[in-house]
């Protein structure tokens, strides 16, 4: 069965400062990737998503991931980051072959931006 | 605007009663679904619905019910059954079932258990 793993369960970062949250997930012939935001009491949005393509996929708030097969990582990246980023971040993964109710999602990992 | 909304966005029951959790969309996705969120956990999936009529389990459906009458409301009931009902719950939907489709999710309805 798919798994996701979030290397990191809080990340605290000064502003201005680089941030990479990592995301790995089990192998499987076809899978999309996708990076969810979640601002407190509020339901996810999504980031960005891999289909196919080009490895790096770029999204919206200036973040960006790359996508790395042969890791079976999926790493979420900002170069500057900014109060407001605060939140929680969720990697998950869906496999063409079953749907998306079959979507995984990973435990989340939540960015704290200080000042 | 499109989008889903789900009320009331806090919810206190007493153990052993019933509660239904509402679920509304106006974007006409074809499939909604219900999730459990639990601090450290991620998001588990208790139902999902691909089509008017038709829902299946998740991960995690005993002690939950739902319908699916029309397609813009996909309502959760938690019944007495749940042992541990007291969660955090997100409503999605997706224009098809299809694996490639992102979710938008609702602003969640936070449920006490007491």
């Known amino acids: 069965a798919q798994s996701v793993t979030q290397l990191d369960s809080q990340v605290p970062v000064f502003e201005e400062a680089p941030v990479e949250l990592r995301c790995n997930y089990s192998?499987?012939?076809?899978?999309?990737l996708f990076w969810y935001v979640q601002y407190p009491n509020q339901g996810l949005q999504l980031l960005l998503k891999?289909?196919?393509?080009?490895?790096l996929v770029k999204g919206i708030n200036g973040f960006e991931a790359e996508f790395n097969k042969s890791q079976t990582s999926f790493h979420l990246r900002k170069p500057s980051v900014h109060i407001s980023d605060t939140a929680e971040y969720f990697c998950?993964?869906?496999?063409?072959?079953?749907?998306?109710?079959?979507?995984?999602f990973g435990a989340g990992t939540r960015l704290f931006v200080k000042a | 605007d499109g989008g889903i909304t789900q009320s009331p966005k806090y919810l206190f029951r007493k153990e052993g009663q019933n509660v239904t959790l509402s679920c509304e969309q106006n974007l006409n996705h074809d499939a909604m679904y219900w999730y459990r969120q639990d601090p450290g956990q991620g998001l588990r999936l208790i139902y999902y619905s691909q089509i008017v009529n038709d829902f299946q389990k998740g991960d995690i459906a005993e002690g939950y019910s739902v319908s699916r009458e029309k397609k813009e409301s996909f309502p959760l009931t938690v019944t007495s059954a749940q042992k541990n009902p007291t969660a955090f719950y997100l409503c999605?939907?997706?224009?098809?079932?299809?694996?490639?489709?992102?979710?938008?999710f609702g602003p969640g309805t936070r449920l006490t258990v007491t």
């Open positions: 998950a993964v869906s496999d063409r072959d079953t749907g998306g109710f079959k979507t995984i």
């Open positions: 999605a939907s997706s224009i098809a079932g299809q694996a490639d489709y992102e979710q938008y």
């Open positions: 891999y289909l196919s393509g080009s490895t």
């Open positions: 192998s499987s012939v076809s899978v999309y």
